[in-house]
């Protein structure tokens, strides 16, 4: 990618999260305000329950507006300091144990291949992890109103890289909102915040490495991670 793509893409991707974050806040705002303003404006009218309730309104909106600073906090407090060189196998299969008991509690069918010879990637075990639990979290919530759920997790080795490709069963994401999925604090989902994809993407970036979605509406979401494999571990 030249310069100004990458300039381009940069401007667009700040647009998208200065978008999302002027519609979360400003509604929250907006209602907050709307709130205020009859209960003042009908102070002497309400009785004491009903004060109590606008009350109890305006808090729960408050609270709301101080889980969306929380969200950005986080975003800020995950990063990437220290990368190592570290047994791909073993860090796999760990994650294969901890998935394996996630998706036996959920009722959700597991299809996994890592048939795979030994070699060392570059990353953060702490960031790593991170990554790939939020990518399963999001898989586990996409199939729970979904007949016969599966997780399906595959490993390939691609020159420099290695490729983890996660699929779920599940209702899928639409087209337009794919783009959308890595911008933090997007969400379709009531009661989420919406920071798992973008910290996901992240650390992953921090990490010489990238994530992409694909997702035909109702046929379910693949996910799939690019790591760097260590110089001279290559392929």
């Given at each position: 990618?030249?310069?100004?793509?990458?300039?381009?893409?940069?401007?667009?991707?700040?647009?998208?999260?200065?978008?999302?974050?002027?519609?979360?806040?400003?509604?929250?705002?907006?209602?907050?305000?709307?709130?205020?303003?009859?209960?003042?404006?009908?102070?002497?009218?309400?009785?004491?329950?009903?004060?109590?309730?606008?009350?109890?309104?305006?808090?729960?909106l408050v609270a709301r507006q101080q889980e969306l600073v929380n969200a950005m906090k986080v975003y800020s407090?995950?990063?990437?300091?220290?990368?190592?060189?570290?047994?791909?196998?073993?860090?796999?299969?760990?994650?294969?144990?901890?998935?394996?008991?996630?998706?036996?509690?959920?009722?959700?069918?597991?299809i996994q291949d890592h048939e795979t010879a030994p070699?060392?990637?570059?990353?953060?075990?702490?960031?790593?992890?991170?990554?790939?639990?939020?990518?399963?979290?999001n898989a586990v919530e996409a199939v729970e109103i979904?007949?016969?759920?599966?997780?399906?997790?595959?490993v390939t080795l691609n020159d420099d890289f290695v490729t983890i490709m996660l699929k779920d069963n599940g209702c899928g994401i639409r087209k337009n909102d794919i783009s959308k999925a890595f911008i933090p604090l997007f969400t379709t989902k009531p009661g989420k915040m919406g920071m798992g994809l973008p910290i996901a993407r992240k650390l992953l970036v921090k990490m010489g490495g990238r994530i992409e979605i694909e997702s035909p509406f109702e046929d379910g979401t693949e996910v799939r991670v690019w790591l760097r494999i260590a110089v001279g571990h290559e392929k």
């Open positions: 990618m030249d310069q100004a793509s990458s300039n381009l893409e940069l401007m667009e991707n700040l647009e998208n999260i200065l978008s999302t974050i002027r519609h979360e806040v400003g509604n929250s705002i907006n209602s907050l305000k709307i709130t205020l303003d009859v209960l003042r404006e009908n102070f002497d009218l309400f009785d004491d329950a009903k004060r109590k309730d606008y009350l109890k309104r305006g808090s729960k407090m995950f990063n990437v300091k220290e990368q190592e060189e570290i047994q791909f196998l073993h860090l796999w299969k760990s994650f294969l144990t901890a998935a394996a008991t996630k998706l036996k509690e959920k009722n959700i069918k597991f070699f060392l990637i570059k990353a953060n075990t702490m960031a790593l992890n991170k990554v790939m639990m939020n990518i399963l979290d979904v007949n016969d759920p599966q997780v399906e997790l595959r």
